[in-house]
């Protein structure tokens, strides 16, 4: 009987089974969580600030109060922040929810380009990235994360 300090033995490599997406799933989770913080600092100053929106968005979805995009920006961010838990726990209802989620993140971010265009422009670019990663690799094929 050898043992598995035995020089003269060698042991065949551990395989382990092959998850693709595994990492574009950790991505969509995260990113999604590291959103809805963001979205939730967005809220928050939303809330301590007395200005309103510019005078050329008078007709502004939301009105002129920049506290009501706040409350959207809060809600969002809630939704985001458990939109990550539940993909990282790799559930496939999360997954359907991550891509709202990730939708939301998108078409809310067109809101802060008056404000943050680059900002902005880079949240819609991560958003189309997180729902191409639930799309693509969210699938029950795929391993959990």
Known sequence: ??????????YP????????????????GTILGLAGLSRLFDAVW??????VVPESLD????????????WLWLVTGLILLW???????A?????????FAAALLTVTSFWWIPFYPVWA??????????????????SRDSASV
């Not at 939303?46 to 200005?51: P, Q, V």
């Not at 007709?59 to 706040?70: D, I, K, P």
């Not at 422009?121 to 969210?138: D, E, Q, R, S, T």
Request: glycine share 12%; no cysteine; hydrophobic share 50%.
């Open 13 to 28: 490599p551990m395989e382990y089974p092959a998850r693709s997406g595994v990492g574009w799933l950790f991505f969509a």
């Open 121 to 138: 422009i880079a949240y819609i670019a991560i958003g189309i990235l997180v729902i191409y990663a639930l799309a693509a690799h969210g």
């Open 91 to 99: 559930s496939q209802f999360a997954r359907w929810i991550g891509i």
């Open 59 to 70: 007709g502004a979805l939301l009105g002129t109060s920049v506290s009501n995009y706040g």
């Open 83 to 89: 939109a990550s838990f539940a993909i990282l726990r």
């Open 46 to 51: 939303a809330f301590r600030t007395d200005n």
């Open 1 to 10: 009987m050898s043992s598995p300090n035995d020089p003269g033995v060698t």
